[in-house]
């Protein structure tokens, strides 16, 4: 019974991140197939549990199982249905919160790559720069690159939008001096971060890889004109020049925005931008 419960559970918690469009903060949208798959699978496997029930063979499936065999004692069995559990009572009834600045403040961001993890020793934080090169060999990587770089090396305005904004964002940070000033435009939310009594300002994005695990604040430094001070959070549309120069709190040249305009826009309904591949 309890079996069956988690495997409807599970069938329920896809649905309803589905459904509720809140699947999004989890995974890549690109993979959402890989959710309606699981939630398939699960409805599958809860009606060949419930056939058993009313077949009343759960007592000799149980016995016949080499995994459970060890699992003798009543605390072993609830902790195992507690921990397989746990997914969705975490799914349906923890509220989604869209990250914002103070997820920034509070952890502080580095570059390329924050040695802080997310709980997984495997996984680590991005900032600033999008590294997809992990999940890659060299010369796979290097030839990725090469065909976007190609892809958008044309003139005119480089429009950055949800779609390109994490292949973009690598493109810049590995060939600054490829877009180095070239006309860009983009959205974003604002971040000042303190240094030694001087603030510096940033354009990011919270982008997701593959999935939250790897997900991470990404954009650029940028400069606005003078009679501009918006706020930490305030959503806006840059359009400004592509530059670059030393940057001492990293200790490297970085890539910067010189905007010509700042325009104050409303917070999108999906804060957070995907890498396709």
Known sequence: MFRLIILAGYFELMAYLQISGKLDQYINVHYQYLAILSMVLSFVLAVVQLVLILRNKEHQVAEDDPHEHHLTKGYQKASAYLLLALPIIVGLLFPTISLDTTIVEAKGFNFPISKESVGDPDVQTQYLKPDTSIYFNEADYQEQMD????KYDQQG???????????????IYNYPSAFIGRAVSYDGFIYQAKNQEISDLFVFRFGIIHCVADSGVFGLRTKLPHSEEPKNDTWVHIEGTIQSEYYAPFKRTLPFVDANTVTTIATPENQYVYRSF
């Open 147 to 150: 065909t976007l770089l190609e």
């Open 157 to 171: 305005t480089l429009k950055i939008t949800e779609a390109n904004y994490l292949e973009i964002m690598e493109l």
